[in-house]
T-cell receptor
Framework: GAVVSQHPSWVICKSGTSVKIECRSL??????MFWYRQFPKQSLMLMAT?????????EQGVEKDKFLINHASLTLSTLTVTSAHPEDSSFYIC???????????FGAGTRLSVL | KQEVTQIPAALSVPEGENLVLNCSFTDSAIYNLQWFRQDPGKGLTSLLL?????REQTSGRLNASLDKSSGRSTLYIAASQPGDSATYLC??????????????FGQGTILTVHP
């Protein structure tokens, strides 16, 4: 099946620093990718929809200046958590949509811990 | 607003038992319904995908059904094994307007199968 690679799988950073997370579709082109956030023992909450070549669409309550999304190619989207704070600590998961099959494939997730 | 609800929140069964997980959704305009498995601290593994035109899908010991008219889906696991212990998430895929391509997740059911 299709593979989505997410990197890094785990990152620890100091408060105030920025962290970049990459999401790559390895064997298909994804004009649309999605970024989710998951708090412990909770479900996935959609943060934003990443569109190749255009601005991301953010869900209500998600700060676009805090969570910068870039989708510069058909196989790569990045999420940058700017000026991270402890409350940003969470599990971030991306998915890539294969339009031909109308299916989303998920990355393995990135665990962010902000000290 | 599209909402997905899963019951029960947690389920503990002895090995070998057949079980059913339930998922309900408020917006019947879904174009597909997916069931995922998530192990602690890990990403999502897609189990079954049911298109809106389908009634059920089967994979090994798993069977998922979809009833759009009642807004329900079930995941049936036959002859449960300890290795089936995980959190099971259902997600409705929606089309149209700003919802296009988005998945709305339920809260998940934590399944424990004990030997």
């Amino acid at each position: 099946g299709a593979v989505v690679s997410q990197h890094p799988s785990w990152v620890i950073c100091k408060s105030g620093t920025s962290v970049k997370i990459e999401c790559r579709s390895l064997d298909f082109q994804a004009t649309t990718m999605f970024w989710y956030r998951q708090f412990p023992k909770q479900s996935l909450m959609l943060m934003a929809t990443s569109n190749e070549g255009s601005k991301a669409t953010y869900e209500q309550g998600v700060e676009k200046d805090k969570f910068l999304i870039n989708h510069a190619s058909l196989t790569l989207s990045t999420l940058t958590v700017t000026s991270a704070h402890p409350e940003d600590s969470s599990f971030y998961i991306c998915s890539a949509r294969d339009h031909g099959k109308n299916i989303q494939y998920f990355g393995a997730g990135t665990r962010l811990s902000v000290l | 607003k599209q909402e997905v609800t899963q019951i029960p929140a947690a389920l503990s069964v002895p090995e070998g038992e057949n079980l059913v997980l339930n998922c309900s959704f408020t917006d019947s305009a879904i174009y597909n319904l997916q069931w995922f498995r998530q192990d602690p601290g890990k990403g999502l593994t897609s189990l079954l995908l049911i298109q809106s035109s389908q009634r059920e899908q089967t994979s090994g010991r798993l069977n998922a059904s979809l009833d759009k008219s009642s807004g329900r889906s079930t995941l049936y696991i036959a002859a449960s094994q300890p290795g089936d212990s995980a959190t099971y998430l259902c997600a409705g895929g929606y089309a149209g307007g700003t919802s296009y391509g988005k998945l709305t997740f339920g809260q998940g059911t934590i399944l424990t199968v004990h030997p």
